[in-house]
Structures are given as C-alpha cells and as structure tokens.
C-alpha cells in the first residue's frame, strides 16, 4: 500500500511573502534570492513567479508587511503622542527586521499599508496644525532620528549575551585613557556602568526631537 503524500500548505502571496520576510530576518536581505525563497518553501523557484511577478514585487510586498505592523496615528489624534507611538512602532519593527533599514523608503511602486500609513501621518500633523512645509519636514526629520538610531543600534559590534556596557568597557580598555579626560569621565560616570544599555537613549533622543519640531506648528503656512 502507497503511504498517504505529506500535505502541504497551498502556495498563496501571503504565505511567500511571510516566507521571504522570515528569510530576510533570519539571514539578511542579501541572502534572499527566489531560489532560497523557493528552497525554504519547499517548491521549485518557477511557482513562486504565480504569486510574485518579479523580485521588485516581492521586495514591495515585503516592505508593506513591515508597514502594516506600525501603530497608526488614529485620525484627529493629538500629534505628539501619535507621533511618539508611531517613531517607537517604527524602532522595534526595524530591530526586529534589520533588512528594513535600508528598504522602507527605497521602493517606487509601494503598497496601500504603506501609502495609508505615509497618508495618516501626514493627515495627523496637519489636523493638528501644521503646515504642508511643516508637516512635510516633521515626517523626514523624525525619520532621519529613527533610521539613524536603529542604524547605530543595530551596528554595535555584540557578541551574543554581551551587553553595551561591557563592549564599552572592552573597547575603552587599551584606551590612552589619561589624554581622554572627557570620554573617561563619561565611561566611568555613565556608559561603562553596568545597567547602562544604548538602547535606552531612544526615548529622551526623540522627545528632544519633538521638542523642537513642536515650534514649527505655528508657522505660518
């Protein structure tokens, strides 16, 4: 008697857009080919073109997925808090799609969660009193402060299980630390002690970043 074949989950978009992201996430944007993609499906690389039309498309879809993951501004909102919610959703998606970094703004033919998202943060600012100018330098500049922290964050050179005060430490060591005066009062006083963690510094970076965007809201148009 022929054993029963093992069942396999029919191929949809989703689920090789899942696949890809998962790829990218495990092993870097630079390892995603339609062929691995193909491989960590289990299907031959030719079915997946039935899904996805080129690997533009699937890059697409792919930065939509991070997209639809981000909080939101709920419309007529107040913009501070909506924006501070958004920049935090924006920060632990690209940890935990270090492929993201490079890819959210980079495609030409993006997808609804991401133009929907672009459109409720802009409609945000702008219900709640900023200029199109205004708006439209709010939205850059707190991108710029996301991407540039999770750039430096996810830089770090960590070893597994090691934290950022010990990689201080380990770096600052061999350091001609007496002709350092300022960078060794900062390591002993802060960034060398063990309960300091750079991931920390995000929230207080982006309220002074708020800070100073509060004052373009009463520009003139």
């Known amino acids: 008697m022929t054993p029963p074949r093992a069942r396999r989950d029919p191929l949809t978009r989703d689920r090789v857009v899942a696949a890809a992201v998962a790829l990218a996430d495990a092993e870097g944007i630079e ?16 079915s997946l073109y039935h899904h996805v039309a080129t690997k533009d498309d699937l890059l697409d879809a792919m930065v939509d997925v991070v997209f639809a993951e981000l909080d939101r501004p709920a419309p007529g909102s107040p913009w501070r808090p909506a924006l501070r ?16 970094v490079g890819c959210l703004n980079s495609r030409r033919s993006p997808g609804m ?30 991108d710029a402060y996301v991407y540039g922290f999770a750039v430096q ?15 201080a430490t380990e770096i600052l060591a061999s350091a001609p630390m007496a002709s350092l005066p300022h960078l060794a009062e900062m390591a ?3 960034v060398g002690r063990p309960e300091y963690d750079f991931s920390n510094e995000f929230d207080p970076g982006l309220d002074l970043v708020l800070d100073a965007l509060a004052t373009l809201r009463d520009e003139p148009a």
Do not use: N, Q
Request: charged residues 20%; glycine residues 8%.
């Open 31 to 46: 390892a995603l080919s339609m062929r691995s993609l193909a491989r960590s499906l289990g299907v031959e690389a030719m």
């Open 85 to 100: 919610g958004r920049c935090t959703s924006l920060h632990g998606a690209l940890l935990r799609h270090p492929w993201a």
């Open 113 to 142: 969660a991401t133009l929907e998202h672009h459109d409720a943060v802009i409609g945000c600012l702008r219900l709640d009193g900023f200029s199109v100018r205004a708006a439209a330098s709010v939205f850059a500049t707190v």
């Open 153 to 167: 964050e996810l830089s770090l050179p960590m070893e597994p299980g090691e934290d950022t005060a010990d990689l």
């Open 188 to 190: 002993a006083a802060y």
